[in-house]
T-cell receptor, first 107, second 114 residues
Framework: KNEVEQSPQNLTAQEGEFITINCSYS?????LHWLQQHPGGGIVSLFM???GKKKHGRLIATINIQEKHSSLHITASHPRDSAVYIC?????????FGSGTQLTVLP | DAGVIQSPRHEVTEMGQEVTLRCKPI?????LFWYRQTMMRGLELLIY????????DSGMPEDRFSAKMPNASFSTLKIQPSEPRDSAVYFC????????????FGPGTRLTVL
């Protein structure tokens, strides 16, 4: 079973700051997902990546397969980015989830 | 597209009662996943289907839990009898295939077993 570690568990930032959330896993994977869970509970898939880097708006996700590590970056953070960010790794058909990072962006 | 639809959104029941959670995946998606989220354990995969066939139910906690997918547009997760420790948010997700694509999550069903 893959162990997925996220850091930090909680993060508070001021509006405009650059945010980095980290995810490490223990076993080789076929893909890694970054999910966003809103305060109301809904879950949105942000990225799925298996190598390199992806960018969508102010969000950037990177993955280093050799180091078994991924980062999610948020540039020019905004209070509406406040949510729980969850890393999930795929091996075969299974997803294993990290415990999530609670991000709060203050105005 | 309406996205993944789950019902009910909230369910409160008493211990020992049967609970049925429902999910309608996105049309055209042929993989469906049931997850449970608790404060203690986070998100866990319970079971997933591909083309209506259960592929892996190793995450189903006990025989009290069962899931069916009678057709491509409907799935149920049943708990009988329910227990207080089953209280959680249950998410259904669908994807165009089991691997290589993103999963689309429903809004979840918040279950409280008293």
């Amino acid at each position: 079973k893959n162990e997925v570690e996220q850091s930090p568990q909680n993060l508070t930032a001021q509006e405009g700051e650059f945010i980095t959330i980290n995810c490490s896993y223990s076993v080789g994977i076929s893909a890694l997902h970054w999910l966003q869970q809103h305060p109301g509970g809904g879950i949105v898939s942000l990225f799925m990546l298996s190598s390199g880097k992806k960018k969508h708006g102010r969000l950037i996700a990177t993955i280093n397969i050799q180091e078994k590590h991924s980062s999610l970056h948020i540039t020019a953070s905004h209070p509406r980015d406040s949510a729980v960010y969850i890393c999930a790794v795929r091996l075969g058909d299974q997803l294993t989830f990290g415990s999530g990072t609670q991000l709060t962006v203050l105005p | 597209d309406a996205g993944v639809i789950q019902s009910p959104r909230h369910e409160v029941t008493e211990m020992g009662q049967e609970v049925t959670l429902r999910c309608k995946p996105i049309s055209g998606h042929n993989s469906l996943f049931w997850y449970r989220q608790t404060m203690m354990r986070g998100l866990e995969l319970l079971i997933y289907f591909n083309n209506n066939v259960p592929i892996d139910d190793s995450g189903m906690p006990e025989d009290r839990f069962s899931a069916k997918m009678p057709n491509a547009s409907f799935s149920t997760l049943k708990i009988q009898p329910s227990e207080p420790r089953d209280s959680a948010v249950y998410f259904c997700a669908s994807s165009p295939s089991t691997s290589g694509t993103s999963q689309y999550f429903g809004p979840g069903t918040r279950l409280t077993v008293l």
